[in-house]
């Protein structure tokens, strides 16, 4: 029997982690749209034969949240006994693996002597899929069928052979085949990649000793939380939020939840959110999941391994048939862009109550979706451009939110200008920061976004995918709310069309879209905060001089941009 050593057991967690990042650099690397080399919109991970997490790269933590559940669904289909050496799976089903269409999950496992001795897994999102609206994440789909091409658990490999028919059907069904037959290989190549590594290690240490450290690790992990766990004050915290409307209505929607404490486990229950609706903001349950699993160890502890036994202590009650746990067929191509930024909000939210001082305030709320594409009069192709943009995120207790950042769900980059005018019939007329969109505290929000795109030469299909346009994000503890989106377009004529949260239309060439995304809350009494940052932030631009005297009470003169300490002390004192 190997007895579990502390220092080998850091050791082994160190190697398995490196395997999934160098799985994650081979997939930014070899791939060939923009959305995943330059964006690393994609996501890797290291299971063992059980199906069991072990360890995940630092990519995007929605992807990272979910990935376990499609594991254990896809070998469900495709049981360990009936795989050969060689194969590899692909799905994208959302109700086996819980993201939406364009997310491609591709799942190897590694043979040893025709033992499965782990399984390696990515998932990348594509920026087609077919369906109704380039990108695949139309607002105004109504099943999961108008979403695009639903690929069930299959073999894309068999036996070391690329199943080159399945590829064939998959790519004639896409907008853009090009991209996706690349992504797919770098998809491919990325496994090899990790199979090679996940060899080495077991030929360095021994197959039964990196066995055993796989399992020790997800016990270890199970074993911190529960220490985690007792240190918290025990009690049911209650928190809401709400969706402004699911791109067919703009009806606002209930998320909820309950997050109960007690000495053994946590339970997160979002009994009391609204049914699930006939647009496309339905969050499957593995998604829910993903979000709630990132709420708690990010506050709780962030730095606790990500293993499939990190939240073992933790039930999540999702009912059947609502927004968080919707039933077939029910449309999700956008939940993952606002829905699950909302449940991380709202368990956070619930957090708060418990454990104050360690949750921020709320984000700018949104991935904010944006995807457009159609045929490129120059080259006579089709194009889909897919980007997300960052936000405001919130402050914290003793550091203001950063701008213009990816928040909570997502972790992508932006797509460098060069990349978008070179790729696609664009061009940037603006990329920037929103002033005056932080949420006042003594701790400021982030800045919203702004990116503004002329469509060239022709006449794309556009969705906008986004949230907070009335509802702005919370601030905390006095801090006040960040500012909200305020995305419009301007048509060739000049004439100006404000956009809602949610759309997908078609726009003439020559439209001038200008998308702006939402700041982060504050935290703590803005009247609190040093003159001095009030001061940098009107010098730097993010703030002027009346929203400096107006939500801080501080007087900075409009010209040397320097505070007016005696007037800043008396226009403080007269604030209640």
Same mark, same amino acid.
């Given at each position: 029997?190997?007895?579990?050593?502390?220092?080998? /057991?850091?050791?082994?967690?160190?190697?398995?982690?490196?395997?999934?990042?160098?799985?994650?650099?081979?997939?930014?690397?070899?791939?060939?749209?923009?959305?995943?080399?330059?964006?690393?919109?994609?996501?890797?991970?290291?299971?063992?034969? %059980?199906?069991?997490?072990?360890?995940?790269?630092?990519?995007?933590?929605?992807? /990272?949240?979910?990935?376990?559940?499609?594991?254990?669904?896809?070998?469900?289909?495709?049981?360990?006994?009936?795989?050969?050496?060689?194969?590899?799976?692909?799905?994208?089903?959302?109700?086996?693996?819980?993201?939406?269409?364009?997310?491609?999950?591709?799942?190897?496992?590694?043979?040893?002597?025709?033992?499965?001795?782990?399984?390696?897994?990515?998932?990348?999102?594509?920026?087609?899929?077919?369906?109704?609206?380039?990108?695949?994440?139309?607002?105004? %789909?109504?099943?999961?069928?108008?979403?695009?091409?639903?690929?069930?658990?299959?073999?894309?490999?068999?036996?070391?052979?690329?199943?080159?028919?399945?590829?064939?059907?998959?790519?004639?069904?896409?907008?853009?085949?090009?991209?996706?037959?690349?992504?797919?290989?770098?998809?491919?190549?990325?496994?090899?990649?990790?199979?090679?590594? /996940?060899?080495?290690?077991?030929?360095?240490?021994?197959?039964?000793?990196?066995?055993?450290?796989?399992?020790?690790?997800?016990?270890?992990?199970?074993?911190?939380?529960?220490?985690?766990?007792?240190?918290?004050?025990?009690?049911?915290?209650?928190?809401?939020?709400?969706?402004?409307?699911?791109?067919?209505?703009?009806?606002?929607?209930?998320?909820?939840?309950?997050?109960?404490?007690?000495?053994?486990?946590?339970?997160?229950? &979002?009994?009391?959110?609204?049914?699930?609706?006939?647009?496309?903001?339905?969050?499957?349950?593995?998604?829910?999941?993903?979000?709630?699993?990132?709420?708690?160890?990010?506050?709780?502890?962030?730095?606790?391994?990500?293993?499939?036994?990190? &939240?073992?202590?933790?039930? @999540?009650?999702?009912?059947?048939?609502?927004?968080?746990?919707?039933?077939?067929?029910?449309?999700?191509?956008?939940?993952?862009?606002?829905?699950?930024?909302?449940?991380?909000?709202?368990?956070?939210?619930?957090?708060?109550?418990?454990?104050?001082?360690?949750?921020?305030?709320?984000?700018?709320?949104?991935?904010?979706?944006?995807?457009?594409?159609?045929?490129?009069?120059?080259?006579?192709?089709?194009?889909?451009?897919?980007?997300?943009?960052?936000?405001?995120?919130?402050?914290?207790?003793?550091?203001?939110?950063?701008?213009?950042?990816?928040?909570?769900?997502?972790?992508?980059?932006?797509?460098?200008?060069?990349?978008?005018?070179?790729?696609?019939?664009?061009?940037?007329?603006?990329?920037?920061?929103?002033?005056?969109?932080?949420?006042?505290?003594?701790?400021?929000?982030?800045?919203?976004?702004?990116?503004?795109? @002329?469509?060239?030469?022709?006449?794309?299909?556009?969705? /906008?995918? %986004?949230?907070?346009?009335?509802?702005?994000?919370?601030?905390?503890?006095?801090?006040?709310?960040?500012?909200?989106?305020?995305?419009?377009?301007?048509?060739?004529?000049?004439?100006?069309?404000?956009?809602?949260?949610?759309?997908?239309? @078609?726009?003439?060439?020559?439209?001038?879209?200008?998308?702006?995304?939402?700041?982060?809350?504050?935290?703590?009494?803005?009247?609190?905060?040093?003159?001095?940052?009030?001061?940098?932030?009107?010098?730097?631009?993010?703030?002027?001089?009346?929203?400096?005297?107006?939500?801080?009470?501080?007087?900075?003169?409009?010209?040397?941009?320097?505070?007016?300490?005696?007037?800043?002390?008396?226009?403080?004192?007269?604030?209640?």
């Amino acid at each position: 029997m190997i007895q579990t050593d502390p220092i080998t /057991l850091e050791v082994m967690r160190n190697a398995f982690q490196s395997v999934a990042e160098e799985m994650g650099a081979a997939l930014i690397r070899t791939a060939l749209s923009p959305n995943i080399k330059d964006r690393r919109d994609c996501s890797t991970g290291v299971y063992a034969a %059980s199906g069991e997490l072990v360890a995940q790269a630092e990519h995007i933590p929605l992807h /990272l949240g979910l990935m376990p559940s499609v594991v254990k669904s896809t070998l469900e289909r495709f049981p360990i006994s009936s795989l050969r050496p060689g194969d590899a799976i692909i799905t994208n089903d959302p109700y086996v693996s819980g993201s939406h269409l364009p997310d491609i999950c591709i799942i190897s496992p590694l043979f040893i002597e025709s033992r499965c001795v782990g399984i390696l897994c990515n998932l990348a999102h594509h920026v087609d899929i077919g369906g109704i609206a380039p990108g695949g994440m139309p607002t105004i %789909s109504t099943e999961i069928f108008q979403e695009g091409l639903r690929i069930p658990p299959i073999r894309i490999k068999k036996q070391g052979q690329v199943d080159e028919e399945l590829v064939t059907l998959i790519t004639n069904n896409v907008r853009t085949s090009r991209e996706a037959l690349g992504d797919f290989q770098a998809q491919l190549a990325a496994n090899n990649v990790g199979e090679q590594r /996940l060899r080495e290690i077991m030929a360095k240490y021994g197959q039964e000793v990196a066995e055993h450290y796989m399992d020790e690790l997800i016990s270890y992990s199970e074993r911190q939380m529960l220490t985690r766990i007792k240190d918290l004050p025990a009690g049911t915290f209650t928190f809401e939020d709400y969706l402004e409307g699911d791109g067919l209505s703009e009806d606002p929607l209930t998320i909820r939840a309950a997050v109960t404490i007690d000495k053994q486990k946590i339970t997160v229950d &979002f009994t009391g959110s609204s049914p699930q609706t006939r647009g496309s903001v339905n969050c499957t349950r593995a998604v829910t999941l993903a979000c709630t699993f990132y709420a708690l160890k990010s506050a709780i502890d962030p730095e606790l391994p990500s293993t499939g036994g990190t &939240f073992r202590p933790v039930e @999540t009650i999702t009912p059947k048939g609502t927004i968080v746990n919707p039933e077939f067929p029910a449309p999700v191509s956008n939940a993952n862009i606002n829905t699950a930024q909302r449940i991380a909000d709202v368990v956070l939210g619930a957090l708060a109550q418990a454990i104050g001082e360690k949750v921020p305030a709320a984000s700018s709320g949104s991935m904010g979706l944006f995807t457009i594409g159609g045929m490129n009069p120059h080259t006579r192709q089709y194009y889909s451009y897919v980007e997300t943009y960052g936000g405001g995120q919130g402050a914290l207790v003793n550091q203001d939110g950063m701008d213009g950042v990816h928040t909570n769900m997502t972790n992508t980059l932006n797509t460098p200008v060069e990349v978008i005018e070179i790729a696609y019939p664009l061009r940037v007329e603006k990329y920037g920061l929103v002033p005056n969109t932080e949420g006042p505290g003594r701790c400021r929000g982030g800045l919203g976004l702004t990116r503004e795109l @002329t469509v060239l030469d022709h006449s794309p299909t556009m969705t /906008l995918g %986004s949230d907070r346009l009335k509802i702005p994000p919370w601030g905390l503890q006095g801090g006040k709310a960040g500012g909200t989106v305020g995305s419009f377009i301007e048509k060739p004529d000049g004439e100006r069309e404000m956009l809602p949260s949610k759309i997908t239309r @078609t726009v003439e060439p020559g439209t001038l879209i200008v998308l702006r995304t939402a700041g982060g809350g504050g935290y703590g009494d803005p009247k609190y905060r040093d003159p001095d940052r009030v001061a940098k932030d009107v010098r730097e631009g993010f703030i002027d001089v009346r929203r400096a005297r107006e939500q801080y009470g501080v007087v900075v003169d409009e010209h040397s941009g320097k505070v007016d300490l005696r007037a800043t002390k008396i226009l403080r004192s007269q604030i209640k």
